[in-house]
T-cell receptor, first 115, second 109 residues
Framework: KAGVTQTPRYLIKTRGQQVTLSCSPI?????VSWYQQTPGQGLQFLFE???????NKGNFPGRFSGRQFSNSRSEMNVSTLELGDSALYLC??????????????FGQGTRLTVV | GQSLEQPSEVTAVEGAIVQINCTYQ??????LSWYQQHDGGAPTFLSY????GLEETGRFSSFLSRSDSYGYLLLQELQMKDSASYFC??????????FGKGTSLLVTP
């Protein structure tokens, strides 16, 4: 079966612009999480959605937002881009219907460069 | 809050055994996971420990001590293809995997 698909793979934006990233989870997976990965910082949790509801949010400014649709596809939006937002944005899906997510499946990520 | 500590870099010789440690502080704990990420690739799941003890999956094993808030990933019979970054991740309170900053493993001939 198809894996987690993230689009676009690469993106270059200018400071002050906004961007929308998309994630299609594995079929049947209802939980989608987003992570920001930068060199030296590892993966930092942005937010998690399950059945269109945000269940948890990481420590990021309000410029970072997301949503999940009824088909479990998810989008994240970053407004008023800053240079420091340049990173690899990873989406992960899992079957989780409870708090225990033993195995998450990651997409290849969207590499965002802000200039 | 939650924090995870793991070494930033480890170097080992092909065929050897290497252990990557992870200590964590978390509010609420369900389990410790390990992920592998090659340069330019997506993180992939390796193992999960919810209870104390050792879990073995082929050349990889993972250990957890909940009382010590400590775990490790053991890689045996190292191969060149094992050169990658390895992340420990904790499922604590809330619906999120919280990751360490990763350990870059270099396997040399």
């Amino acid at each position: 079966k198809a894996g987690v698909t993230q689009t676009p793979r690469y993106l270059i934006k200018t400071r002050g612009q906004q961007v929308t990233l998309s994630c299609s989870p594995i079929s049947g997976h209802r939980s989608v999480s987003w992570y920001q990965q930068t060199p030296g910082q590892g993966l930092q949790f942005l937010f998690e959605y399950f059945s269109e509801t945000q269940r948890n949010k990481g420590n990021f400014p309000g410029r970072f937002s997301g949503r999940q649709f009824s088909n479990s596809r998810s989008e994240m939006n970053v407004s008023t881009l800053e240079l420091g937002d340049s990173a690899l944005y990873l989406c992960a899906s899992s079957l989780a219907g409870t708090a225990v997510i033993a195995e998450a499946f990651f997409g290849q990520g969207t590499r965002l460069t802000v200039v | 809050g939650q924090s995870l500590e793991q070494p930033s870099e480890v170097t080992a010789v092909e065929g050897a055994i290497v252990q990557i440690n992870c200590t964590y502080q978390t509010s609420g704990f369900y389990g410790l996971s390990w992920y592998q990420q090659h340069d330019g690739g997506a993180p992939t799941f390796l193992s999960y420990n919810a209870l104390d003890g050792l879990e073995e999956t082929g050349r990889f094993s993972s250990f957890l001590s909940r009382s010590d808030s400590y775990g490790y990933l053991l890689l045996q019979e190292l191969q060149m293809k094992d050169s990658a970054s390895y992340f420990c991740a904790v499922m604590g309170s809330g619906y999120a995997l919280n990751f360490g900053k990763g350990t870059s493993l270099l396997v040399t001939p």
